[in-house]
């Protein structure tokens, strides 16, 4: 059953978090994730919530997505990713 990891996103240092969308696709397809949503412009229908960025991922599997997650792989861009920015996550299970 797929996964869809849903997150929102604040920048805080473009320059860094340049560096971690240049890297972490790679490492997304290698464990069977692919994009969905990969920023965009965000419209707003009838809602305080004011995201910055958005980011879609779906995964094959939930254990393909931590596989991912816990990979020796996404360690270090991972770190680029806390680094620059802040962000919000969540995962729902599709059917």
Do not use: H
């Amino acid at each position: 059953m797929s996964v869809y990891s849903i997150s929102s996103i604040n920048v805080k240092d473009w320059d860094a978090y340049a560096e971690y969308m240049k890297l972490v696709p790679a490492v997304i397809k290698k464990y069977g994730g692919k994009y969905l949503v990969r920023g965009g412009e965000i419209i707003s229908d009838n809602t305080t919530w004011n995201p910055q960025r958005i980011v879609i991922l779906e995964f094959p599997t939930i254990e393909d997505m931590n596989n991912f997650r816990n990979s020796e792989d996404y360690k270090p861009v991972a770190a680029i990713r806390i680094k620059a920015s802040d962000s919000e996550s969540f995962v729902v299970q599709g059917i």
